[in-house]
């Protein structure tokens, strides 16, 4: 769940960033490299428990799959912020600026 959930908003992401210009002027490049290397980070994950424990990989319990619903949601949640500060920092759009 955290491998999908990280994909679409690397997807998101991404998409925001190619068709937007005022998306690149906000650095969201930065909020895609990192949803797509959490994404490379769980798609590895996946792979070695996958190699673990085999087809019961694919069979999840509801407490885990809520469990990865979670953490998905939080590494979004921690990497939003992250980006958050990083704009109020560079602040592109000069509005902290003192006049």
Do not use: H
């Not at 190619?18 to 792979?47: H, I, P, Q």
């Amino acid at each position: 769940m955290t491998l999908l959930i990280t994909v679409f908003s690397a997807l998101i992401s991404t998409l925001l960033w190619y068709t937007n210009e005022k998306a690149r002027k906000l650095k969201v490049g930065g909020l895609c490299l990192t949803f797509w290397s959490a994404s490379l980070m769980w798609l590895v994950d996946a792979v070695a428990e996958y190699l673990e424990v085999g087809a019961v990989y694919f069979q999840p319990t509801v407490q885990d799959m809520l469990n990865d619903t979670f953490l998905g949601l939080s590494v979004i949640a921690v990497a939003l912020v992250v980006w958050i500060i990083v704009i109020v920092m560079k602040d592109p759009e000069e509005i902290w600026k003192l006049k």
